[in-house]
């Protein structure tokens, strides 16, 4: 399930690029935003995909955010070497909320430089996922979001990670989310990790 923020947006994005009579980024973004819709409405009655097809539609996903976003932001994804994505099983959209809450939450009053890091390690029988961002951190997030009126929820983390685990029957998996913000540098840090084998 995606949030109902991103589908409004989404539309109200292909909206201004007609405004600005910018055809070109126009048709790109309703090309992708298509793609993505279809892929979302395909995977979401499945219990699993591989995680080849779970990056690819987090790929579509993030291309959306990027063409939005001010800026924009750079979007890095790594894969062991030793790490076969078709042959391991996850539940669609699992880590989406984990991004959609780094571009949300951790860009938030960050003009430049902005990136988020995507590393897929191999650890024998487990695999973990790791995503860093480079935001303002967990800490400064929250006190932005008590003192701003325009608090903006996150979405589906709690589901993301109640998936995982129901799907592993909670052995063996976790999920940790923390801020890494140290010697004036920011960001935040989640980490997921799982067997290789349901």
């Known amino acids: 399930r995606m949030d109902p923020h991103f589908l409004y947006n989404s539309l109200n994005s292909i909206n201004n690029f007609v405004v ?7 048709s790109d973004y309703i090309t992708k935003f298509s793609r993505l819709i279809r892929e ?5 009655s499945n219990k699993t995909i591989p995680l080849s097809e779970e990056l690819g ?30 042959k391991i099983l996850v539940p669609p959209l699992f880590m989406q909320p984990y991004i959609e809450n780094a571009i949300w939450h951790g860009f938030v009053n960050k003009t430049d430089n902005k990136k988020i890091n995507l590393t897929v390690y191999d650890e024998g029988d487990k695999v973990r996922c790791e995503i860093i961002d480079n935001g303002i951190g967990i800490e400064k997030s929250k006190k932005l979001n008590k003192s701003s009126s325009r608090h903006r929820k996150s979405f589906g983390l709690q589901t993301s990670e109640d998936r995982i685990k129901l799907l592993h029957e909670h052995q063996k998996v976790y999920v940790i989310i923390e801020d890494i913000s140290t010697n004036g540098e920011t960001g935040t840090k989640v980490t997921i990790k799982f067997p290789k084998i349901i």
């Open 20 to 26: 600005q009579n910018d055809v070109e980024k126009a």
């Open 57 to 86: 539609i987090l790929g579509l996903y993030v291309r959306l955010e990027q063409m939005r976003m001010e800026d924009g932001f750079d979007y890095v994804v790594t894969v062991d070497d030793n790490i076969d994505l078709e």
């Open 40 to 44: 979302i409405l395909k995977k979401s």
